[in-house]
């Protein structure tokens, strides 16, 4: 029986409550999981001379693809009538200080976007549900998810989401201005980006060849250095006790912040925009053929090469991370927030059609994800979906399937994910690019982040 | 019987006369209690109690100890040197210019009407529109300054203004100039009409020359405009935020990071309440002790009460 007949048939509301919980039985959901959706008394179901009218769900997101997201809250409503979706959408920069005054000030919010770096402190606030306690059918996903999207979305042992995406920070390059430069394959090592910046620029192809994410008000930017870190020979931030590692002598942390501010002042091969250089600046720079080399999330390689967004594309390639590979992964996913178990079963129940309609399988497909790879190129959290005839099709016409699905299985989650994760995050920035300009030593800069790191955990400020 | 009633009845409308003018206030007491003392009063409350966003289960009382928290962060005095550096950039400069350009436009040239009407354009557009217009025109790789620099030869590589901190803050301080020039003008422009031009005549009868006429008539006379206008615009600049937020985010290494940025950051992205309440409180002390510091040395009352 797939997973989606279990789902049509529970939250059918035509069926009567004795159906409900027979059918309930029949796929193994535990009766108090049944019961506990049909509620205390008088549960979901509605009797057959009872008419249901629409019910609101309000959904949130960072505005990217809007229109797609629409036109899937269309396909959703039409799907399951008697549910209407309310979106709203914020700026991606912004987007976790608005959500938090939302939480706070109690804004209708029941569902929406969240990210692996703000779990830990969205839920130890009570401000996100985990899904399998409401959802026991959440489970059955776990399976097929990536080991690095399982841990993105789990806190206290609960899962707390469905994947709206999940990506990897790749590294990229104009194929074509390589090859003029005299290179025939991308770099191995970051030794090696060196060499072929410099020749590069000796060759007047571009002044500056590099250009990273740092803009100091992009969380993306703190990603950027943690999946260079970890491609120094596997490197590490903290132990298993969650200890700093980053600031000690010889450490993957120190040689990536020591080679970044050679790059911005010595060998001058990294952009000096970079400090300033959110995400669509970067895309920008690339297209305009100003940079060669650079690291974004994998979906903006699908960006660079559609054909049309500028003169130069069809000429960017993926490479994996020089020296050991290994990158970070990350997952963005549509979360429950506290406020949507508090409206009701008829709206937690609507609520869970949603996230699984958007999230999970209908039919034994991801309808929404799978829609956001093919047309976006976005990633996935799903193994499964390699397999997939129509996203292999359209990954590689901006890409090569084989190098993003090994990117993919190099990645590792951010490590430090804690409640005070986002608060060493925003520290760290400043400290880093404080590194970079030459105004602290790499070793001043991590001992200040290791620091902070300590007197956070010990529950300072 | 008749006289008593007429007596009570003439106490009662003494009475309502006295509350009359009370009654009528007390729509607005209400507006600004609401507005005002309410949001004053709670501010009061978080300074003083452990209010952390994501720990919503306790707000014990703490005392000051949110005010020396955020006075023993190396943020704070970080973000302290990044407020007196820019004001000190950004004052200066709108007082100065704002002067010259009230200058300009009393005199009689045919230009000085049109410009009065431009000068003030700045004043209509939106911060936030202005922040995003002029980081496009500093931006690193594309922006008109460098591309007009590099045509005219004056410099030979685009200058990265924005990843730069002291050329960050210099643009900063350009923005903010643009954007309070209006202000700084009217007033100015204001104050030189209210000087009666016998003066300036009797002065260049007697053989002083213009720039004497200027330091030692207009500009004493200008000394209460000029106080209003160093005490607004310091005010502003130490309390600049949207500029900062959409030009550079606080970067690069928190060169930007003046203190209402941390106070911003201290409640919205750190979600510590407490202490944004505690930096806010520290924030509007530092700009008591500015203003009365500017009051002292630009007593104006001297100024009318000399000679009399």
Same mark, same amino acid.
């Given at each position: ?107 209708? +919010? ?187 999330? +994998?979906?903006?390689?699908?960006? /660079? ?157 | ?17 006295? /509350? ?5 206030? *007390? ?18 409350? /978080? ?32 973000? /302290? ?17 704002? *002067? ?32 995003? *217009? ?99 615009? +310091?005010?502003?600049?130490?309390? +600049? ?68």
């Amino acid at each position: 029986m797939s997973d989606s007949r279990i789902h049509e048939a529970l939250f059918n509301p035509t069926l009567s409550r004795r159906e409900l919980l027979r059918e309930a039985a029949r796929w193994g959901i535990s009766v108090p999981a049944a019961l506990s959706l049909l509620g205390s008394g008088s549960g979901h179901v509605l009797a057959d001379h009872e008419q249901r009218s629409n019910l609101l769900l309000n959904f949130v997101v960072w505005s990217y693809g809007v229109s797609t997201i629409q036109s899937n809250i269309k396909q959703f409503e039409k799907r399951y009538p008697g549910t209407e979706v309310n979106l709203t959408d914020f700026s991606w920069l912004n987007y976790h200080d608005t959500m938090v005054t939302r939480f706070v000030g109690k804004t209708p +919010t029941d569902v929406c976007y969240s990210s692996d770096h703000w779990l830990q402190e969205w839920a130890a606030a009570g401000w996100l549900e985990p899904l399998d306690t409401y959802f026991p059918a959440v489970k059955q996903y776990k399976s097929d998810f990536f080991p690095y999207v399982t841990a993105g979305m789990t806190y206290n042992r609960h899962l707390y989401g469905l994947p709206y995406y999940a990506d990897t920070w790749a590294f990229m390059y104009n194929d074509h201005i390589l090859k003029k430069a005299g290179f025939h394959a991308p770099p191995r090592t970051w030794a090696e980006l060196t060499h072929q910046a410099q020749v590069i620029q000796k060759k007047k192809l571009s002044d500056h060849p590099l250009i990273l994410l740092f803009a100091q008000s992009d969380p993306g930017s703190i990603e950027v250095w943690m999946s260079m870190v970890y491609s120094q020979q596997n490197g590490h931030l903290f132990d298993s006790h969650l200890n700093p590692v980053f600031d000690k002598k010889g450490s993957a942390a120190m040689a990536t912040v020591q080679w970044i501010t050679d790059s911005l002042n010595k060998t001058k091969i990294l952009d000096p925009s970079s400090l300033t250089a959110a995400e669509i600046p970067v895309v920008k720079a690339m297209q305009a053929g100003s940079s060669v080399f650079t690291i974004l999330e +994998t979906y903006n390689l699908a960006e /660079l090469n559609a054909p049309g967004t500028s003169k130069l594309s069809g000429q960017f390639r993926m490479g994996l991370m020089p020296n050991s590979h290994h990158t970070v992964g990350y997952v963005r996913f549509y979360a429950m927030t506290s406020q949507l178990p508090s409206r009701g079963k008829e709206v937690l129940a609507d609520g869970w059609k949603f996230l699984n309609y958007f999230g999970g399988r209908i039919n034994g497909r991801y309808p929404v994800v799978e829609r956001w790879a093919v047309q976006n190129g976005l990633g996935f959290g799903e193994r499964s979906l390699w397999n997939n005839a129509a996203i292999d099709r359209a990954f590689n016409k901006w890409g090569n399937v084989g190098i993003l699905r090994k990117n993919q299985e190099y990645a590792r989650i951010k490590e430090g994910l804690t409640k005070y994760y986002p608060r060493w995050d925003v520290f760290s920035r400043g400290e880093l690019q404080h590194a970079y300009l030459g105004q602290e030593s790499p070793a001043a800069a991590l001992s200040k982040m290791a620091d902070k790191w300590r007197s956070l955990k010990n529950g300072g400020s | 019987m008749v006289v008593s009633a007429v007596s009570r009845r003439s106490r009662a409308s003494v009475r309502m006369g006295r /509350l009359g003018p009370y009654g009528a206030l *007390l729509p607005t007491l209400i507006i600004i209690g609401l507005f005002s003392l309410y949001p004053l009063g709670y501010a009061v409350y /978080l300074s003083l109690h452990e209010y952390v966003l994501t720990n919503p289960f306790g707000h014990p009382f703490t005392g000051l100890q949110n005010v020396q928290e955020v006075i023993g962060e190396d943020y704070f005095r970080a973000s /302290l040197t990044a407020t007196a550096i820019y004001t000190v950039m950004a004052v200066p400069m709108i007082v100065v210019v704002g *002067l010259l350009a009230a200058l300009l436009l009393n005199t009689k040239l045919r230009i000085a009407s049109f410009l009065r009407v431009v000068i003030v354009l700045p004043w209509a557009i939106p911060s936030v529109v202005a922040g995003i *217009l002029w980081q496009w025109l500093f931006s690193d790789n594309y922006g008109v300054i460098n591309d007009l620099l590099y045509t005219a030869g004056v410099i030979h590589h685009y200058i990265p203004w924005l990843s730069q901190p002291n050329t960050a803050r210099l643009a900063l301080a350009v923005a903010q100039l643009w954007k309070e020039l209006p202000f700084a003008t009217i007033f100015f422009l204001a104050g030189l009409q209210t000087i009666p031009p016998g003066i300036v005549d009797a002065a260049v009868i007697d053989g002083a020359s213009p720039f004497r006429v200027f330091w030692h008539i207009i500009v004493p006379l200008l000394r209460p405009v000029a106080l209003v206008v160093l005490v607004y615009e +310091t005010v502003l600049a130490i309390t +600049t935020f949207d500029l900062i937020f959409i030009m550079t985010g606080g970067g690069p290494a928190n060169a930007t990071g003046v203190l209402s940025w941390y106070a911003y950051q201290e409640t919205f992205t750190f979600l510590n309440l407490g202490h944004g309440a505690a930096l806010s409180f520290i924030i509007a002390v530092l700009m008591l002790v500015l203003i009365l510091g500017y009051l002292r040395l630009l007593r104006s009352e001297d100024l009318y009460t000399e000679g009399t």
